[in-house]
């Protein structure tokens, strides 16, 4: 319901899930018991004795005799379900069971003092966490100005992590979008998403390098291109070629799957096969010509066709789907990936699927 109200008594009085239109509440609500709209027994019971039982009945009332025997309540609830008056919500924060806290004895404000901020309490953090065993994978800086204004930045990182100075330089990054106003007094940090972070050896000068690095530089790439910019692709079994790729987290596990080493594929695939105009002469013979956005490029070299049938057993207009890809070169030595997949009274329909060859 678009109202606490309406939405307190639908979930206690409705069938469940029951989802009210929006400024539609009223309708709903007209034959709901009067303790629906969270009054005290007390109420509830005296306007039982006058006869009024559901919230219909509440409506036909005038609001002064009503005012003068039961107080504010029953009018003020009454509305608040019915959004003719506000009700603002308090939301409860769980506790951080993981947080630390600084108090200043003067606001501050300087870009370089907010950094040296972040960086002590990140060690205390990090004190915390080692002790516990954990490693931080969400971390809230939040920094309380003197007019009581929250100004709070996140970081994230791929593996969990209790390195301070690493932590730090995180949160250094995001501190430009804090607005300090007339000053802050005071600065907490807490790590809301944390993971098992066992201790472990260091490298030594000349052994491998430390596994973590790469989880460090993934983190300052993800920090200043965006979560969904730094990501690695990962093989998939399927015969269709889109298919055979997706994202993936950048450090996320190898699923033992690979691409096959005899099927020649291009380095570049693209997102959606683009129409061609070919000259081909069929049935099977390869391009000997074709025109893509608007350019003629003559076939000098051609390969195939490598014949590629749809996955039936995921949709049913792809059991009669096939598809002839040709890898083929032009004059200037640019390599192509050509596919023809049906025929039609005016011919074959061709697409490029990919540029150049692995």
């Given at each position: 319901?678009?109202t606490?109200?309406?939405?307190?008594?639908?979930?206690?009085?409705l069938?469940?899930?029951?989802?009210?239109?929006?400024?539609?509440q009223?309708?709903h609500?007209?034959?709901?018991?009067?303790w629906?709209l969270r009054?005290d027994r007390?109420t509830?019971?005296?306007?039982a004795?006058?006869?009024l039982?559901?919230?219909?009945?509440?409506?036909?009332?005038?609001?002064?005799?009503?005012r003068l025997?039961?107080?504010?309540?029953?009018?003020?609830?009454l509305?608040q379900?019915?959004g003719?008056?506000?009700?603002p919500?308090?939301?409860?924060?769980p506790?951080?069971?993981?947080?630390v806290?600084?108090?200043?004895?003067?606001?501050i404000?300087?870009p370089e003092?907010l950094?040296?901020?972040?960086?002590?309490?990140?060690?205390m953090?990090a004190?915390?966490?080692t002790?516990?065993?954990?490693?931080a994978?969400?971390?809230?800086?939040?920094f309380?100005r003197?007019?009581?204004?929250?100004?709070?930045?996140?970081?994230?990182t791929a593996?969990p992590?209790?390195d301070?100075?690493?932590?730090?330089?995180?949160?250094?990054?995001?501190?430009p979008?804090?607005?300090p106003?007339?000053?802050?007094d005071?600065?907490?940090?807490?790590?809301p998403?944390?993971?098992?972070?066992?201790?472990?050896q260091?490298?030594?000068?000349?052994?491998?390098?430390d596994?973590?690095a790469?989880?460090?530089?993934v983190?300052?790439?993800?920090?200043r291109?965006?979560?969904?910019?730094?990501?690695?692709r990962?093989?998939?079994e399927?015969?269709?070629?889109?298919?055979?790729?997706?994202?993936?987290a950048?450090?996320?596990?190898?699923?033992?799957v690979?691409?096959?080493a005899?099927?020649?594929?291009?380095?570049?695939?693209?997102?959606?096969?683009?129409?061609?105009?070919?000259l081909?002469?069929?049935?099977?013979?390869?391009?000997?010509?074709?025109?893509w956005?608007?350019?003629r490029?003559r076939?000098?070299r051609?390969?195939?066709?490598e014949?590629i049938?749809g996955?039936?057993?995921?949709a049913?207009?792809?059991v009669?789907?096939?598809r002839?890809?040709?890898?083929?070169e032009?004059?200037?030595?640019?390599r192509?990936?050509?596919?023809?997949?049906?025929?039609?009274?005016?011919?074959a329909?061709w697409?490029?699927?990919?540029?150049?060859?692995a």
């Open positions: 319901a678009d606490p109200g309406a939405a307190w008594a639908a979930a206690r009085c069938p469940p899930e029951t989802v009210l239109p929006p400024a539609g009223r309708p609500l007209l034959d709901l018991p009067l629906a009054l007390g509830v019971s005296g306007l004795q006058l006869g039982t559901r919230v219909a009945h509440l409506l036909d009332q005038p609001r002064g005799p009503l025997r039961f107080g504010e309540e029953p009018g003020r609830r509305d379900a019915l003719h008056a506000p009700e919500l308090a939301y409860l924060a506790p951080a069971e993981h947080a806290r600084l108090a200043f004895p003067e606001p404000g300087a003092t950094a040296r901020v972040a960086g002590r309490l990140c060690a953090l004190e915390a966490l002790r516990h065993g954990l490693g994978r969400r971390l809230d800086l939040v309380r003197v007019d009581g204004l929250d100004q709070a930045v996140s970081v994230g593996r992590s209790r301070p100075t690493h932590l730090a330089r995180l949160l250094t990054e995001r501190l979008q804090i607005d106003g007339h000053g802050l005071e600065a907490r940090l807490s790590a998403r944390v993971e098992r972070l066992d201790a472990r260091l490298a030594a000068p000349g052994e491998e390098p596994p973590d790469m989880a460090e530089l983190d300052r790439l993800v920090l291109l965006g979560p969904g910019r730094v990501f690695r990962s093989p998939v399927s015969e269709w070629p889109e298919r055979a790729v997706r994202r993936v950048p450090l996320s596990p190898a699923t033992g690979t691409w096959p005899d099927l020649p594929r291009p380095g570049r695939l693209l997102p959606v096969p683009e129409p061609v105009a070919v081909a002469a069929l049935p099977d013979a390869p391009p000997t010509a074709f025109t956005r608007g350019t490029r076939v000098a051609a390969d195939g066709p014949r049938f996955e039936w057993w995921l049913e207009d792809e009669a789907a096939t002839d890809y040709y890898r083929v032009d004059e200037t030595g640019a192509y990936w050509l596919f023809r997949d049906c025929l039609t009274r005016d011919g329909r697409w490029l699927h990919g540029l150049g060859e």
